[in-house]
């Protein structure tokens, strides 16, 4: 029975390159429109795991996945590095000059704004997803609308690139997280890499004490990143990626920062997946 991975966007996009970089081209895609939908049918046991966005190297985090990720108690089984390529297509014989509008996800316009400072007259509209956007254009054989969206999308969908690699800096990457609803136990000899959730006291050095234990214990803290605690006015949850070589320091820290917080919870163990 084929593994089933649940991607937000739909084949063509770069959660599908992930997707066959990962765990190649024999798995069931389940495809979302969005990061909600696909917790969702993780959560209803429609997908075995998911491949979720969670920070750029031009954007930085995608917070709300942060808050995916607490809410829903999922747990992170590995990461993967994608070079993000933004590609403008269309339906095949359109010329740039022709083009009215250009439909994408945000974060693709987001990257690719300094491009179009050289067509001022093309309007730039959000859509849900890259790849979404360039099959829409061929199904509808749409004329002056343009998609920005990975080289794969067009061989899908038969369109034509008249603009490669329009994003503003080159070299642009994307971390990506599997995840699961159950978390994946792998040898303590293959982690080097944990997700932390932690709450500290609110008081003055509460934090600094905890991240002077993670470099006492010879991690690396390679991400931090807050977000409000629900109902709690003022205080904050503290999401943390840590790398190191020795699983025996981690566990020290871990045991340690569990004493010294008020609450933590582990969203993951798994390989760093960029040494």
């Known amino acids: 029975m084929s593994l089933k991975i649940a991607i937000q966007g739909i084949k063509g996009s770069n959660h599908h390159q992930v997707a066959k970089e990962c765990f190649g081209n024999t798995v069931d895609l389940v495809e979302c429109l969005s990061f909600d939908g696909l917790v969702q049918e993780l959560l209803n046991g429609n997908a075995d795991q998911g491949i979720m966005a969670i920070e750029n190297s031009i954007a930085g985090s995608i917070i709300p996945n942060y808050a995916l990720l607490d809410q829903n108690n999922l747990h992170i089984i590995g990461e993967h590095y994608l070079g993000i390529h933004h590609n403008l297509m269309v339906t095949k014989g359109q010329k740039i000059t022709a083009i009215e509008e250009v439909h994408s996800h945000p974060m693709a316009l987001l990257q690719c704004k300094d491009f179009f400072k050289s067509y001022p007259k093309i309007k730039l509209?959000?859509?849900?997803?890259?790849?979404?956007?360039?099959?829409?254009?061929?199904?509808?054989?749409?004329?002056?609308?343009?998609?920005i969206a990975p080289k794969v999308a067009a061989?899908?969908?038969?369109l034509e690139i008249i603009a490669h690699e329009i994003q503003t800096i080159k070299n642009n990457a994307t971390r990506f997280i599997i995840v699961k609803t159950k978390n994946s136990v792998l040898p303590e000899t293959e982690i080097n890499k944990a997700s932390l959730r932690f709450i500290t006291e609110h008081k003055r050095g509460s934090l600094a004490a905890v991240l002077n234990v993670m470099s006492d214990c010879n991690l690396n803290l390679t991400k931090i990143q807050s977000?409000?605690?629900?109902?709690?006015?003022?205080?904050?949850?503290?999401?943390?990626?840590?790398?190191f070589d020795s699983y025996e320091h981690y566990k020290k820290a871990k045991s340690l920062l569990g004493i010294m917080a008020e609450e933590l919870m582990v969203l993951g163990e798994y390989k760093n997946a960029r040494l």
Do not use: C, G, H, M
Not at 227 to 243: A, C, G, M, R
């Open 125 to 147: 509209v959000e859509d849900v997803d890259t790849a979404e956007t360039a099959k829409r254009i061929q199904e509808q054989r749409l004329l002056n609308v343009a998609a």
């Open 155 to 158: 061989e899908l969908y038969d």
């Open 227 to 243: 977000l409000p605690v629900i109902e709690q006015p003022w205080k904050y949850s503290f999401f943390v990626d840590v790398t």
